[in-house]
């Protein structure tokens, strides 16, 4: 980050009166990284439901609509991680919509 943009970062912090990042506590930096090892240690919950349609060639059972409205729902949050800067929702529900469509390729592909 260069000077200007780091300088403007860190009026906009003081002048809306928000707390340093990184935090002074260590429990609330654990937490913060601990947030970000969910955003992308969570979407691998999928991982079994990918390479069983995949490995199987079977998406019987699993609703395109379902896996659909999933993936559409992950946008918006990922806009508003990108327009707030919060790291692990941009994070998080990027990897949850690339997942989410991977569902929904086998769906179409072997359901």
Do not use: C
């Not at 300088?7 to 003081?14: A, G, S």
């Not at 998406?59 to 999933?70: D, E, K």
């Not at 707030?84 to 086998?106: C, D, R």
């Amino acid at each position: 980050m260069n000077k200007e943009i780091l300088h403007l970062h860190k009026r906009k912090r003081i002048h809306q009166k928000l707390e340093k990042y990184p935090h002074k506590n260590k429990w609330v930096r654990f937490l913060d990284r601990f947030l970000l090892f969910l955003a992308i240690v969570g979407p691998l919950i999928n991982a079994p439901q990918v390479f069983r349609i995949f490995d199987l060639k079977n998406a019987g059972g699993l609703s395109i609509v379902t896996w659909s409205l999933y993936a559409i729902f992950d946008i918006p949050w990922v806009i508003y991680g990108i327009v707030h800067k919060e790291k692990p929702i941009v994070i998080g529900y990027t990897l949850w919509f690339f997942t989410n469509i991977l569902i929904i390729v086998g769906i179409l592909m072997y359901g």
